[in-house]
């Protein structure tokens, strides 16, 4: 299968996890809006999602990708299963330590880390105690999900590690969908969501363990043991866990300062979800695929098509994410009001939303090419420098959204995270680029000069379009007629960026034919 093939697969199981959850984001619009359990919820929720990204996707990704490859290039299938069933029981073990002190510690853990803003009300602090340590179990449940995710990765069977978190999505919304049904309060669609949010963890599990057995791996508890592999893992992941858990640890950071004022954390969280979707389809993807795909490459001696596939790589980031970028900043307002302007979502709710994610927009380039840049050091098993720039970033992003944070409020928020996210790229790639590992090419600068003109064309198209579009997509007009609108002018930046981009040669259809048939070479 082809690079852009895989990544279409991940991509396209991806899409269809965000679609879902921009119908749970809007349900719960509806539902809560940026009020108190809005709030609540999403402090609560985020600190498990914080850990399931330090221990599970950054480490595992990171880590266990590499040598899972290394031991099915050196000791077949059955190297690989005595080398997961080794990790499984190490990280198993470890896991149900974390949660049980995790648990214990949850009171002081929300009063200084979580939710700091919410000391002033004993309330919210004593629901947000009791929500985090009913979803805080899931983290055990992610983690083992993302190790599996990683086996199906080496194994080239991707769609099952990226259609598992479409149950998340898929049981928030059946909550919520009870919850407004029955007429729950607020209170009571929260305590429904933070139950599902558990319930979809073992789902999870449960469609991965599957896809491995599929895959021809049966998984045994094996007691937990040090070896030389665990290891090596243990010393490869500790830094990854950091790096690949940036943003999450920006965001706990900005949450956390975001406590100060009511509403702050749900309106961040509701133009998160936004961006997610291209970052998800396009950075999760690209980062997905192209780890195994290095590791492979570099393990076999091929270190030009190591360089050729992580440069292909950049240049279909930067084809889909640079439209994106500056649509999100162009459009963000009309996104915002016919996604959520509804039910407890008000106008003014538009608006702050709305900002945040223009701002978010802007850093979104950025945001996924790191996941481009880093694997390069993964591939290689250096997950130390990518750790080292990912504390400059948080370091930066720390003192930007305190000093930002009393000027502009949840806007500052943003504005620290997309600075820190593209310091972060700066550095990933000039060390690649200084070390060799990334390969120079003039024709992709200029690719990249002209893929800035035609996203230029494309937002004057859009500045010149909305105008026109504005009545249709207003408060007072019904959903159906807001939705046509939007997808009008959706369709209209296709139109032009892909003609524009086409016209002028900042794409070539020779080069992505050629991409689409080719095939890795075998070692």
């Not at 305590?191 to 049966?218: D, F, K, P, T």
Request: charged content about 15%.
């Amino acid at each position: 299968m082809s690079l852009v093939r895989k990544f279409a697969t991940v991509g396209g199981a991806t899409l269809g996890s965000r679609i879902f959850g921009f119908a749970r984001e809007t349900l719960m619009a509806a539902a809560l809006g940026t009020g108190p359990m809005a709030d609540v919820f999403y402090a609560a929720f985020r600190f498990p999602n914080l850990f399931r990204r330090l221990f599970a996707e950054g480490a595992f990704n990171a880590a266990f990708v590499p040598l899972f490859s290394k031991e099915i290039e050196a000791n077949g299938i059955e190297g690989a299963k005595r080398f997961s069933e080794e990790v499984f029981g190490v990280l198993f073990s470890a896991l149900m330590i974390i949660t049980i002190v995790m648990e214990l510690a949850m009171p002081w853990l929300v009063e200084w880390v979580i939710a700091p803003g919410f000391a002033d009300d004993p309330e919210k602090t004593s629901i947000t105690i009791r929500m985090a340590a009913v979803m805080f179990p899931y983290l055990m449940c992610m983690s083992l999900t993302a190790m599996m995710s990683g086996m199906l990765n080496s194994l080239h069977h991707f769609f099952a590690a990226a259609i598992a978190p479409v149950f998340l999505n898929v049981v928030m919304i059946a909550a919520l969908f009870y919850g407004l049904w029955i007429g729950a309060e607020p209170l009571t669609i929260a305590w429904y969501l933070s139950w599902s949010v558990l319930v979809a963890g073992i789902l999870q599990l449960a469609v991965v363990y599957v896809g491995v057995r599929h895959a021809g791996i049966n998984i045994g508890f094996r007691r937990p043991r040090m070896t030389s592999n665990v290891k090596r893992l243990l010393v490869l992941a500790v830094p990854a866990a950091v790096t690949g858990g940036i943003t999450q640890i920006n965001q706990i950071i900005g949450q956390a300062i975001a406590s100060g004022k009511e509403g702050a954390i749900a309106a961040l969280q509701y133009a998160d979800r936004i961006y997610q979707l291209p970052l998800g389809v396009v950075g999760v993807a690209v980062g997905v695929v192209l780890l195994p795909e290095l590791a492979r490459a570099l393990k076999a001696g091929h270190v030009k098509e190591a360089a050729n596939t992580q440069n292909r790589s950049i240049e279909f980031v930067l084809f889909l994410t640079l439209p994106a970028a500056a649509g999100l900043w162009i459009l963000s307002e009309a996104i915002i009001r016919v996604l959520y302007e509804r039910g407890a979502f008000s106008a003014e709710n538009t608006d702050v939303v709305a900002s945040i994610l223009a701002i978010y927009g802007v850093g979104l380039p950025g945001f996924v090419l790191i996941k481009a840049l880093q694997p390069g050091f993964y591939a290689r098993e250096d997950t130390r420098t990518p750790m080292r720039f990912t504390m400059v970033s948080v370091v930066l992003n720390s003192v930007l959204a305190i000093s930002l944070f009393p000027l502009i409020a949840e806007r500052g928020i943003a504005t620290a995270e997309a600075a820190a996210g593209w310091i972060n790229t700066v550095l990933l790639f000039s060390t690649l680029l200084w070390r060799g590992d990334l390969a120079w090419e003039w024709a992709l600068a200029k690719r990249l000069i002209l893929l800035l003109v035609a996203a230029g064309i494309m937002s004057a198209a859009l500045v010149y379009a909305l105008p026109y579009a504005g009545p249709w997509l207003a408060p007072q007009v019904s959903l159906l007629y807001q939705v046509a609108a939007l997808g009008a002018l959706l369709m209209l930046a296709m139109v032009v960026y892909f003609a524009a981009a086409f016209l002028i040669g900042g794409a070539d259809i020779g080069m992505i034919r050629r991409n689409l048939k080719r095939k890795p070479k075998v070692g």
